[in-house]
């Protein structure tokens, strides 16, 4: 299995732009997560989806995040309008969903808004 | 306060020396500990993985648990370059998804050689 797949690795865009980043959680895998890392904050998950279902999106920051996961192979995790404070290393995560499994990490996407 | 704290680092030694990275928590809770390694640029990989109180040893690695004090930690003995990278402790409460894990913010290891 090539294990979670996401893209791009690098995105760089405009304030204000549309930022759409995907990913491929690993087949069989019932949960899927979106996390962002920073040094400030370390890793903070965003969402969590079971067997296609958000589960919790306590942790989207604002209204200018959403999600999907329109089948069992891929999400999307979407920020518009796109703002500097934004920039950050997004990872996606995919788990078998029985309790206390591991979570399997994408190499995640590194996004940067200027 | 966050419910996990971990020593920040960054942490510096030489080759051959034992590590010991530490984390401190609130929540009585937590059952599960995970310790994740993260290469620069990489997502983070599961490292070890343990249940309640207790020692885990894998090879180079140990990690221990203290419920009572709230404190984990995972050494590495005879540490290689190899294991220059960013260690992240994760946390969670019984029957809860391993990606809800609580993490702490990591401790950057540099081994040099």
């Known amino acids: 299995d090539a294990g979670v797949i996401q893209s791009p690795r690098h995105e760089v865009t405009e304030m204000g732009q549309e930022v759409t980043l995907r990913c491929k959680p690993i087949?069989?895998?019932?949960?899927l997560f979106w996390y962002r890392q920073t040094m400030m904050r370390g890793l903070e998950l965003l969402i969590y989806?079971?067997?296609?279902?958000?589960?919790?999106d306590s942790g989207m920051p604002e209204d200018r995040f959403s999600a999907k996961m329109p089948n069992a192979s891929f999400s999307t995790l979407k920020i518009q309008p796109s703002e500097p404070r934004d920039s950050a290393v997004y990872f996606c995560?995919?788990?078998?969903?029985?309790?206390?499994?591991?979570?399997?990490f994408g190499q995640g996407t590194r996004l940067t808004v200027v | 306060q966050k419910e996990v704290e971990q020593d920040p680092g960054p942490l510096s030694v030489p080759e051959g020396a034992i590590v010991s990275l530490n984390c401190t928590y609130s929540?009585?809770?937590?059952?599960?500990f995970m310790w994740y390694r993260q290469y620069s640029r990489k997502g983070p990989e599961l490292l070890m993985y343990?249940?309640?109180?207790g020692n885990k040893e894998d090879g180079r690695f140990t990690a221990q648990v203290d419920k009572s004090s709230k404190y984990i930690s995972l050494f590495i003995r005879d540490s290689q370059p190899s294991d220059s990278a960013t260690y992240l402790c994760?946390?969670?409460?019984?029957?809860?998804?391993?990606?809800?894990?609580?993490f702490g913010d990591g401790t950057t290891l540099t081994v040099k050689p």
């Open positions: 995560a995919s788990s078998g969903g029985t309790a206390n499994t591991e979570a399997f």
């Open positions: 087949s069989g895998h019932n949960s």
């Open positions: 989806f079971n067997n296609n279902v958000p589960i919790d």
């Open positions: 929540n009585s809770a937590f059952q599960y």
């Open positions: 343990t249940y309640s109180s």
């Open positions: 994760a946390m969670s409460s019984f029957n809860t998804n391993a990606g809800k894990s609580t």
